[in-house]
């Protein structure tokens, strides 16, 4: 049976899982107005979407899987669960007002909310007992609303804030929620026939991207306290030089802090220090 996958059709969530996808060794449209593809290699079908449907159409069984955003998924409440977290297209949602007017989340109690994500607030405010004055769904900019009179506060997605302090605003209270990209499938149902190994292949590319594979030489006499800096996933790869005395070492080690590790290893004594992507792996 066919595996059939929703995916965004536009923006950077439609970007990055296209990236991981075909790291991943799945075919991916060339033309941004295809709307299906299918993967006959791989028993895969895509289904390229608006990125607000996803959830709607994997908790409804009409597909299996999708990614899409956290916040979407949320908003939705559609009945779908997240079965891995992605690591891209992060964001945070949090209320704004005008600058020094309010202090914390409470503060929104008897006031007029303006959001795109009407879904997320509502969760938000019924879970800590605050009753607000309304909540109105506005598609698009929501900075402007204040000033027109529409609301009192806003609940959106945060990057710099630099956009609502032009508008006069500031950041308020706890974060309503921190956003990324999640594959998702149907809430309560078995994994359909072929997802395991499609979440093993993203799993795969994920845990590449976060590692390199780091290759030195090094005399025996030093190598256990080489082995304390690159332990490796499980154990590191040891086998002897020519060089009477040394041994070469392989091991996966996290990319961040990769350089300062070399720097500690040549102090160490290590020579051939040696740094390379991985592009999967399974573990």
Known sequence: ?????????????AQSASEI?????YRQRDDSKQLTLIDTDNDVE????????????VGEGTLDVGITGRDLLRDSGAKADEALTLGFGRSTFRFAGPAGRYTDAADVAGKRIATSYVGIVQAFLEERGIEAGGVTRLDGAVETSIQLGVADVIADVVETGATLRAAGLETFGEPLLQSEAVLITRAGADHPAGFEVFRRRIEGVLV?????????????ADLDRAVELTP?????????????????????VPRAGGQRLMDELWDLGARGILLTDIHACRL
Not at 21 to 25: A, I, K, P, V, Y
Not at 46 to 57: E, M, N, Q, S
Not at 208 to 220: F, K, N, P, Q, T
Request: aromatic share 10%.
């Open 46 to 57: 895509f289904f390229y979407l608006r990125p607000r449907d996803i959830a709607l159409y």
């Open 208 to 220: 590449a991207r976060g590692y390199v594979m780091m290759d030195y030489d090094i005399a025996e």
């Open 1 to 13: 049976m066919t595996l059939k996958i929703a995916i965004p059709n536009k923006g950077s969530l």
């Open 21 to 25: 996808l075909r790291e991943s060794g």
């Open 232 to 252: 490796g996933i499980e154990s590191p790869t040891i086998a002897p030089l020519s060089r009477e005395g040394w041994v070469a070492v392989r091991a996966m």
